[in-house]
């Protein structure tokens, strides 16, 4: 397309007259509409920068998974729901369930709310969520307690969460569940050097730890693995806790046969989709030991 300025553009050269009858008068005609067609044209938009992140909110940000929950919707498992916590805000948020919007059960205020979709801000870290600040909370029922489950019952939601300390669980959760192991979890001297190694090892690992909160040897030995997983919290080996019933019910678990757990605490180490090896009851003394002399051999 012929561009329309191109047409009125006038070259004047140093010491240049307009010539012929009328020529300074065509002359200012033809600067004046060029001037009006380059004030009218289009001008290059400057790129714009990207926007900054949402801001989160202040008191209801980083939830993260949590396994203390069991959840039942209209009296019956939602076993896709996903149960987050946040210390910050002493609240839980329950997402995949039948009802689509999300809920946030307020611990502090017993206020059952639903969350906008859009007001969910997903972070970096591995399931791990803020809400976004202004959030639009939308009240649908009060929260009632029963022990130590939670009971919701409100306008087109009706809902359970059940404690449970069987099953799987975070270290937070064991705490949580056993603060008896906070003791020995402040007090175990961890070697330092061995977190190092652990923390230059290239390949990521998931640990798997059977124990049962009526163990004594788990009593004595759970707080120091949970010292090492904080240690080792920004490495890529994770650690998973699977909480058992007592005998004869321990060895009727699935998990328990499929892994030949036999004494407790046992921890089965696996690297990618291969097992690397396991730790078995006083074996976990020194966890970091442990852990390294296994997967050092994997890096050899």
């Known amino acids: 397309m012929t ?14 007259r307009a010539r012929g009858p009328g020529g300074a008068a065509r002359l200012g005609l033809a600067l004046g509409l060029t001037a009006a067609l380059l004030a009218t044209a289009p001008r290059a938009q400057a790129a714009p920068d990207d926007p900054p992140p949402p ?7 980083d939830f993260a998974f949590t396994g203390r929950y069991q959840v039942f919707v209209a009296g019956r498992p939602a076993a896709e729901a996903a149960v987050s916590y946040s210390r910050e805000g002493d609240a839980l948020l329950v997402q995949n369930t039948a009802y689509g919007a999300p809920f946030l059960i307020d611990l502090k205020t017993e206020v059952v709310s639903r969350v906008r979709s859009e007001d969910l801000l997903r972070r970096p870290e591995r399931d791990r969520y803020d809400l976004r600040a202004g959030a639009v909370l939308e009240p ?3 929260l009632k307690r029963q022990g130590g489950d939670l009971l919701v019952d409100g306008e087109g939601l009706v809902a359970r969460l059940n404690l449970r300390t069987l099953g799987e669980l975070s270290g937070q959760d064991v705490l949580d569940l056993f603060p008896e192991y906070r003791r020995d979890l402040d007090s175990y001297p961890v070697d330092g050097r061995l977190i190092e190694q652990l923390s230059r090892l290239e390949q990521g690992a998931e640990v798997v730890v059977y124990f049962g909160g009526w163990c004594h040897t788990c009593k004595r030995l759970l707080g120091r693995v949970l010292r090492v997983e904080q240690e080792l919290a920004d490495t890529s080996i994770r650690f998973r806790y699977y909480s058992l019933p007592r005998p004869p019910e321990m ?18 180490v696996q690297v990618g989709e291969r097992a690397a090896g396991s730790i078995v009851s006083l074996a976990w003394t020194r966890p970091e030991s442990a852990l390294f002399q296994i997967l ?5």
């Not at 561009?3 to 240049?16: F, I, M, Q, S």
Request: aromatic letters at 2%.
């Open 3 to 16: 561009d329309p300025t191109a047409r009125c553009c006038v070259t004047l050269r140093p010491g240049a």
């Open 55 to 61: 801001a989160r909110h202040e008191r209801l940000c």
């Open 140 to 142: 649908v029922a009060r």
């Open 251 to 268: 060895f009727r678990d699935e998990a328990v046969r499929q892994n030949n757990v036999r004494k407790l605490p046992t921890g089965t």
């Open 296 to 300: 050092a051999r994997q890096g050899s």
